[in-house]
């Protein structure tokens, strides 16, 4: 679903745009004329073994403060509010387009407006409103999660069950969030049940290797590994399904605080607001199964 809230003062002091008609630019041959509000394209992922659809990217426009996300193919349109609801009656000047996915390099590329309207046929979008490219983002760190043991009967919680969260740069070291700590919260997990939906917060226990800091400095090398324990207390209330466990973290790299504040302000807090950041993982998953009677 698109997001836009327009700012009164966003008209970027840029030297405008001039037109000698409706039909010719200096920027392109393909003018504007009225409908050329929404660009679209395409955002792929690569993770340095493959190239893949980015669904969920952010795709936000700089300056008005509009955003999208990309479907499940990648895909994704971005639409100007008609020219009379914008400041001015119509915004002029150079803007920018990011594609952002928390554990992948940021995207950026230039978006020209005159008069309320995108501007088509530039260097980095076509004649039809596309990008003439692929937007491609580049993994910069992984994160996979594992639970021992992976499943249990309902009327049989083990004494004892684990979560192994690791992470791994892809190319040089990266900075991540991963706080030991949040409020009253110590080793918090985001737990999802895969077939409601539901959102639990608990805390567990870290008893092996985590790391001394929040912000810590992940290399290309070897796994950092974060292993906790699972208290049983929340355990007693799961019903017969599938549960995800997700550790809360993010990159530490620069983001335009405009971005981020058109994500949403809980999208890097801890609560289920955290799961609308766009972040590529694999969760740990732990089945809870009928009693078998045995």
Request: hydrophobic share 40%; proline share 6%; net charge negative.
């Amino acid at each position: 679903m698109q997001k836009y809230t327009i700012g009164a003062c966003v008209l970027v002091a840029l030297a405008l745009i001039t037109f000698q008609s409706c039909t010719s630019s200096s920027i392109g041959d393909g003018g504007i004329s009225g409908g050329r509000r929404t660009v679209s394209g395409n955002v792929v992922l690569t993770n340095g073994s493959g190239t893949f659809s980015a669904e969920g990217a952010f795709v936000w426009l700089s300056g008005m403060d509009i955003s999208t996300r990309s479907d499940a193919q990648g895909h994704f349109e971005l639409s100007l509010p008609p020219p009379a609801a914008q400041p001015g009656q119509g915004l002029s000047g150079a803007f920018k387009l990011y594609f952002y996915v928390d554990n992948f390099g940021l995207g950026i590329t230039d978006a020209l407006i005159d008069e309320g309207e995108f501007i088509f046929d530039t260097d980095e979008i076509g004649s039809n409103g596309a990008l003439r490219r692929p937007m491609e983002l580049v993994q910069t760190f992984t994160v996979t999660a594992s639970m021992t043991p992976a499943s249990f009967e309902i009327d049989e919680i083990p004494v004892l069950i684990s979560a192994r969260f690791s992470l791994r740069a892809v190319g040089k070291p990266i900075d991540v969030f991963f706080p030991r700590q949040v409020d009253d919260i110590t080793g918090p997990v985001i737990v999802r049940n895969k077939e409601t939906g539901t959102v639990k917060i608990i805390s567990s226990t870290i008893t092996g290797p985590g790391g001394l800091n929040d912000i810590l400095t992940i290399s290309s090398n070897t796994d950092f590994e974060r292993i906790v324990a699972i208290p049983t207390a929340p355990l007693q209330d799961f019903t017969i399904g599938t549960y995800e466990f997700i550790p809360f973290l993010y990159s530490a790299a620069t983001v335009p605080p405009e971005l981020l504040a058109n994500l949403g302000d809980s999208a890097r807090q801890l609560g289920v607001g955290y799961l609308d950041l766009p972040l590529v993982r694999n969760a740990g998953e732990l089945k809870v199964t009928p009693d078998t009677g045995e």
